[in-house]
């Protein structure tokens, strides 16, 4: 008995000395790694598809899949945020060498201080300042992403070869995973179901929703000569997760701006395209998205968003809900696991 312990506490020092080396070892990649198993979960529906029309010829298919990857959203998304740099990098030179009209802002903002000055005496927000922050943080992370490109070429490179294993040896890797959980098969299956569901209905539903409707903003603002339209409309796409305000909180200040600067015409314009185009995406797309998909308040997708973003940087745009997901299905499934694992045999 003494032997058998002493084996089973050197095997968990082994173990746990590898998964920590592994982690440190494999660190450098996580983030490619992240965004393959996540492209894998989404394209899940396509990939049976291009399966069956292969033939059932695994290596093909996940060609198929790859390649259909790339073209509707690896392609559209790198050539955004590079647009989407160039943009905040000129509002913030603008900004630093006071060229940027404050004007506007500190007449639309007037109201909200002479309101709280009411309560708080001495009130004072430089919301300028905190724009440029904001710029610079943002100009930092996404900077980081394209200014080595030998390293962008090589991560970029990892992730297409791991999100072709996934699609062709995926169903073997998820069997793998199944057989050394120590929960009950049927547990891990209801698990893995579950998660991959919820991950399709935050990022299909809500991030893709939020998604379209700052792009079509973005268009909006550059049909309408609203200055710096693709960081506008990157900001519409964070703004559209808040509820009942969402696009408007970015819209109805750009229209604002429009009848400050004396433009009417163009303000009457975004406000036609805004409740048409932009909110044709509430009307008829989310709904088509969101039907068979699992409810998450928006609000908490919100906050995933936003705390994505601050703890693991540009990739937490995914990484936020994802984590959030996980939990709440895990909490979903606590009650049953609990219930049944002291009788339920693996």
């Not at 173990?15 to 899940?44: C, E, H, N, Q, W």
Request: hydrophobic share 60%; charged share 10%.
């Amino acid at each position: 008995m003494t032997n058998y312990k002493l084996q089973i506490s050197f095997f968990t020092v082994l173990i746990t000395g590898a998964v920590f080396l592994s982690f440190f070892v494999l660190k450098p990649y996580l983030s490619a790694l992240f965004i393959a198993i996540i492209l894998r979960i989404v394209f899940d529906s396509f990939h049976a598809r291009a399966l069956s029309f292969s033939g059932g010829r695994e290596t093909v298919a996940a060609l198929l899949s790859v390649a259909a990857v790339i073209i509707l959203t690896i392609v559209p998304f790198v050539l955004i945020g590079f647009f989407l740099f160039d943009d905040a990098r000129s509002l913030y030179v603008k900004i630093i060498a006071g060229q940027f009209d404050a004007d506007f802002i500190e007449h639309l903002t007037a109201p909200i201080y002479t309101f709280l000055q009411q309560f708080i005496p001495g009130f004072s927000f430089d919301i300028l300042h905190y724009v440029k922050q904001g710029l610079g943080l943002m100009l930092g992370n996404i900077g980081s992403i394209f200014s080595s490109l030998v390293n962008f070429i090589f991560q970029f490179t990892l992730m297409i070869l791991a999100l072709f294993y996934l699609f062709r040896d995926g169903s073997r890797f998820r069997q793998h995973v199944i057989f050394l959980s120590p929960l009950s098969d049927r547990y891990d299956e209801n698990i893995l179901t579950k998660l991959a569901k919820a991950v399709k209905s935050v990022l299909m539903g809500s991030l893709l929703i939020s998604c379209i409707q700052g792009i079509l903003a973005a268009v909006g603002f550059l049909i309408f000569s609203v200055p710096n339209p693709i960081f506008w409309g990157a900001i519409t796409a964070v703004a559209a997760l808040v509820p009942t305000f969402g696009t408007a909180l970015v819209i109805v200040p750009a229209v604002i701006f429009l009848f400050w600067s004396g433009a009417a015409a163009a303000a009457f314009g975004l406000i036609v395209w805004s409740a048409v185009v932009v909110g044709l995406v509430d009307n008829l797309i989310a709904p088509h998205l969101m039907a068979r998909g699992i409810k998450i308040h928006p609000f908490i997708i919100l906050l995933s968003v936003l705390g994505g973003l601050w703890f693991f940087g540009p990739i937490g745009f995914l990484a936020g809900p994802v984590v959030i997901t996980l939990l709440l299905t895990l909490l979903d499934m606590y009650p049953t696991i609990i219930a049944g694992a002291s009788i339920s045999p693996k």
